[in-house]
């Protein structure tokens, strides 16, 4: 049976990281401020904006949680974000989506400050990524799924990555990131997606198997070789009538099945979900030591 890697202790793990780097900022008279709008009520955003606020809080970060109606324009929400782009006190900035279909979310990307853009979408960390700019702000999850690589001691380097998904969110960036010339990097990447041929094949090759495709248990045991890490990205709401839910959350690998053949896989919740909230706060924290002068900068933590 596969070992789990376990997001949740994981995620503490950088908390106590990021409590010593936000201690010495404010002794810098920096307090890392994070702003969350949502726009609308779907109830899963409203959900993740909780938790994003009560981690800044129970970090010490400065929190500003926006919650506007569905009836709120673009000119509107764009007004919001300038003033966010222009708080001081604000050091970074994320649109929670998905917005109402009325809302140009890539336009709202493009208005933000891409110093505050601690989601990494805006165009300029996107290119960042691509050139291997440390500067720049990575997406938050595929921050986090290397972060559990590295602290599980998954051997990146040299690795063959196969990524079942291509999203901005995910796939895309995650690839960038795990090819990088650098430590904790030089994988050999595949991109695998809808259109795949062969989609069996290559995805048995992987070393490290990430499932982002966004399907229910859509990767099954025929889809990994033996001894492989495997991570799920991927969070569902199955109907249970069983469950007091009504519904379980699963994730876009067929566990059990899988988790017989891996050495290691992500628990669907408690595995990824964890370290993208964690990763969004990391980012915060480098967004508001990048603020400072650079006389008066800290030095990176790894």
Avoid: W
Wanted: glycine share 8%; net charge positive; with cysteine.
């Amino acid at each position: 049976m596969a070992k789990l890697i376990d997001g949740r202790v994981i995620a503490e793990n950088v908390y106590v990281e990021l409590r010593r780097e936000i201690a010495e900022l404010k002794s810098k008279g920096i307090a890392p401020g994070l702003a969350v709008v949502l726009v609308g009520d779907n109830p899963a955003s409203r959900t993740y904006v909780r938790s994003k606020d009560k981690m800044c809080r129970a970090l010490g970060l400065h929190s500003v949680k926006l919650e506007l109606p569905v009836s709120t324009t673009q000119d509107e929400l764009l007004a919001r974000v300038q003033r966010l782009n222009r708080d001081p006190s604000i050091h970074g900035i994320l649109v929670q989506s998905p917005a109402p279909k009325h809302i140009d979310e890539e336009a709202i990307v493009r208005a933000l400050d891409p110093g505050k853009d601690v989601d990494g979408f805006h165009r300029e960390n996107v290119a960042k990524l691509v050139i291997g700019d440390a500067s720049g702000f990575v997406p938050c999850t595929p921050l986090g799924i290397q972060r559990l690589l590295i602290e599980t001691k998954i051997d990146i380097d040299g690795a063959h990555v196969v990524i079942v998904g291509r999203s901005m969110i995910v796939g895309k960036p995650l690839a960038l990131l795990l090819m990088q010339k650098n430590k904790n990097a030089n994988a050999t990447v595949t991109v695998v997606h809808s259109r795949s041929r062969d989609l069996e094949k290559i995805t048995r090759s992987a070393d490290i198997l990430v499932a982002a495709i966004g399907q229910a248990t859509f990767v099954k045991g025929a889809h990994v070789r033996d001894g492989a890490t495997v991570i799920d990205v991927g969070i569902n709401r199955l109907e249970d009538p069983a469950s007091e839910r009504g519904y379980r959350l699963v994730g876009d690998v067929a566990f059990d099945e899988v988790a017989r053949k891996a050495a290691a896989i992500t628990p669907v919740p408690g595995g990824v979900g964890p370290m993208t909230i964690a990763m969004l706060m990391s980012n915060t924290v480098k967004a508001a030591r990048q603020s400072l002068p650079r006389s008066g900068a800290l030095p990176a933590t790894s």
